[in-house]
């Protein structure tokens, strides 16, 4: 089979150049924020080839921050609403919707997830743990990496691969290579930002970064996700 090249593309959501605190992407779905312009929307669905559903949580746009999906469901913020919830339910019924009730609220920055593994912070409870593993139907593992706990802020994880922050120590590096069955790039996002989970929206299909990032930071995020086309 030949080669398929991952698409890629550069935009800005909401004004931000940190795209990954707006939206959270699977290979089936983006969740996105309400009110998503023409060509944010086009972007997006054009370069990770899947539908955008926008909602709000915590009566916000800050979907990607307050969430994390993978095909199997959508782990969100106890910040969420109750008419928030039933309105993802409805809007996407194949999966499963789990609200985690912890004072790690903000799921996008300390859950990183595919369909296989969940890498999260530290101080999630055995209990949280659980509910996530429950919720995403996957193994749940506690790491750090480059002195970050927040793993989902500075990391990307795919089905088709890993990107880790700039900071990770060699050691680290083989541990998550270990965890994920990847072989990783470190890179940095947004001309610099080592926060490249928040900066990208990533699916086995494409990467939209934040228009801040530079063409050498992108071949390498390419590069560290591209493992399975």
């Given at each position: 089979m030949n080669k398929v090249a991952m698409d890629a593309a550069?935009?800005?959501?909401?004004?931000?150049?940190?795209?990954?605190?707006?939206?959270?992407?699977?290979?089936?779905?983006?969740f996105g924020p309400l009110h998503l312009t023409k060509k944010e929307h086009d972007i997006l669905t054009s370069t990770l080839h899947v539908e955008v559903l926008e909602i709000s949580i915590a009566e916000s746009s800050l979907v990607g921050l307050f969430s994390r999906i993978n095909s199997n469901g959508i782990l969100l913020s106890n910040l969420a609403t109750d008419e928030e919830v039933t309105m993802i339910k409805e809007k996407a019924p194949g999966i499963n919707v789990g609200v985690l009730h912890s004072d790690i609220n903000a799921i996008g920055s300390n859950v990183l997830a595919n369909d296989k593994?969940?890498?999260?912070?530290?101080?999630?409870?055995?209990?949280?743990?659980?509910?996530?593993?429950?919720?995403?139907?996957?193994?749940?593992v506690k790491s750090e990496i480059g002195g970050y706990r927040t793993v989902g802020a500075n990391n990307i994880l795919t089905n088709s691969g890993l990107v880790i922050n700039n900071r990770a120590a060699d050691f680290e590096e083989r541990e998550w290579e270990g965890m994920t069955k990847f072989k990783t790039i470190r890179t940095t996002a947004n001309t610099g930002a080592l926060a490249i989970?928040?900066?990208?929206?990533?699916?086995?299909k494409g990467?939209?970064?934040?228009?801040?990032?530079?063409?050498?930071?992108?071949?390498r995020i390419i590069q560290g996700l591209d493992h399975n086309q």
């Open positions: 550069k935009c800005r959501v909401k004004g931000s150049d940190f795209n990954g605190v707006f939206c959270t992407a699977s290979d089936n779905l983006i593994i969940a890498i999260v912070n530290h101080e999630y409870q055995h209990s949280e743990m659980k509910q996530i593993g429950d919720v995403l139907g996957v193994e749940v989970g928040l900066a990208v929206v990533a699916n086995s990467v939209v970064a934040g228009e801040a990032t530079t063409g050498f930071e992108l071949n």
